[in-house]
């Protein structure tokens, strides 16, 4: 269940170049949150009133905190960047379905800002005994969370520019290694899932993918992050998924990317 609560900062780090790692202590929400889910993160300042959905990255259920990694996109990711440890902070979650674990191999597919979500969701899945391996891409060497996904999966890293592991992006690096799975999970731009939805379909693998839009309520109200999908949706009647309460993540096959 879904509550707003003030965190408190215990930590914030700088990773990469406008990359930060946040750590929360939370009384509730971390409890509850699980792999592929978000929250909402209010700002202080009163021009910014609409919160920022920003995934989870790691879970401490017993210390009952979590941690978020974010690229400073604008005003809001910016005014959390200045955040240190003994700050509060509003937080609403957690939000959204989150990944369905299968103990089955499983590979995780994500690029730039999309793999923060994978790290707690190759935790989860290494504790159900599951073989994990991560396909993550990056534009340079500035492979932030690597190092961390190393100590749960198989890693496979891409960059743009050539200068770690293969060159171009996470489906090179999938038909460089030529790697499989019996479930993907995905998390990352939309041409990227596009490919990955290609992909899964052609080896005939389940695939989960974690969408993103522009939001602004983040609890179904609103409509502002709906996607297309292959089906009617029982709540709008028309072909539509709203991303933040039916979503983030969603079975490849029942969401139209085009
Ligand atoms: C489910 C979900 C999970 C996300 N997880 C992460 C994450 O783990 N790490 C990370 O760095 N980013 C993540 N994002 C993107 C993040 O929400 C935006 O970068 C952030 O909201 C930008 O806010 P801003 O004030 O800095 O930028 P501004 O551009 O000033 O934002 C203006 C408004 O647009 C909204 N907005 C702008 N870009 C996005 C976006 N891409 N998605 C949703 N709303 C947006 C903002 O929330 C705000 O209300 C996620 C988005 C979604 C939908
Ligand atoms: S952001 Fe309002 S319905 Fe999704």
Redesign the pocket.
């Known amino acids: 269940m879904k509550v707003q609560e003030t965190g408190i900062v215990v930590s914030q780090k700088k990773l990469a170049d406008g990359i930060y790692s946040l750590w929360v202590k939370t009384e509730q929400i971390a409890k509850e949150a699980k792999a592929g889910q978000?929250v909402s993160l209010y700002c202080k300042d009163a021009q910014?009133l609409?919160?920022?959905?920003?995934?989870i990255?790691e879970i401490n259920r017993e210390e009952g905190t979590m941690r978020?990694?974010?690229?400073?996109?604008?005003?809001?990711?910016?005014e959390f960047s200045g955040y240190r440890t003994g700050d509060a902070i509003t937080l609403l979650g957690p939000l959204?379905n989150g990944f369905e674990k299968r103990e089955k191999s499983g590979m995780l597919i994500a690029g730039g800002?999309g793999i923060?979500?994978m790290l707690q969701l190759a935790k989860e899945l290494k504790e159900t005994g599951a073989e994990v391996t991560a396909v993550v891409g990056y534009r340079d060497s500035h492979t932030f969370l690597a190092d961390e996904l190393k100590k749960v999966a198989k890693v496979y890293i891409a960059t743009e520019d050539g200068s770690v592991g293969s060159r171009g992006n996470v489906m090179n690096a999938i038909a460089d290694h030529s790697l499989s799975a019996e479930v993907i999970y995905a998390c990352g731009p939309k041409l990227m899932l596009r490919a990955i939805k290609e992909f899964g379909e052609k080896e005939g693998v389940e695939t989960q993918i974690?969408l993103?839009?522009?939001?602004?309520c983040g609890i179904g109200a609103c409509l502002a992050?709906v996607c297309k999908t292959v089906e009617i949706d029982d709540h709008s009647q028309v072909h539509n998924a709203r991303?933040?309460k039916d979503g983030?993540v969603f079975e490849a096959g029942k969401v139209d990317l085009s």
């Open positions: 978000f910014r609409l919160p920022r959905p920003i995934s990255c978020f990694v974010y690229r400073v996109a604008g005003k809001g990711t910016e959204g800002i923060p979500p974690s993103e839009e522009k939001m602004a992050c991303i933040c983030p």
